[in-house]
Nanobody, 124 residues
Framework: QVQLVESGGGLVQAGGSLRLSCAAS????????MGWFRQAPGKNREFVAR????????YYADSVKGRFTISRDNAKNTMYLQMNSLKPEDTAVYYC?????????????????WGQGTQVTVSS
């Protein structure tokens, strides 16, 4: 098993930036594909970005492409989400996810391991 803890959320004005972190413990971090999801009030959890076990491959939702960057540091057992040019519609609870598959699924229900989430609020 793996335990995941998100941090770095907060309140930021539109156009600003935040960097989220997901710290992992348990099994070897490099054994897991990782990803970020978000859930806004009244909406379903949605895919944001994913990264391969080595960090060599990434994939983004169209809504964040060009603004967000996912990365990981396997030596520190940590995954990151750099969020730039934030918009009010980015407001949500952001969750990190892990999978023993070759890639995190873009369908939330198909991923087993989740953190508790961190709140990101973007004001206009």
């Amino acid at each position: 098993q793996v335990q995941l803890v998100e941090s770095g959320g907060g309140l930021v004005q539109a156009g600003g930036s935040l960097r989220l972190s997901c710290a992992a413990s348990g099994r070897t971090f490099s054994s897991y594909a990782m990803g970020w999801f978000r859930q806004a009030p009244g909406k379903n959890r949605e895919f944001v970005a994913r990264i391969s076990r080595s960090g060599s491959s990434t994939y983004y939702a169209d809504s964040v492409k060009g603004r967000f960057t996912i990365s990981r540091d396997n030596a520190k057992n940590t995954m990151y989400l750099q969020m730039n040019s934030l918009k009010p519609e980015d407001t949500a609870v952001y969750y990190c996810a892990a999978a023993t598959l070759v890639a995190v699924s873009t369908t939330p229900e198909q991923n087993r391991y989740w953190g508790q989430g961190t709140q990101v609020t973007v004001s206009s």
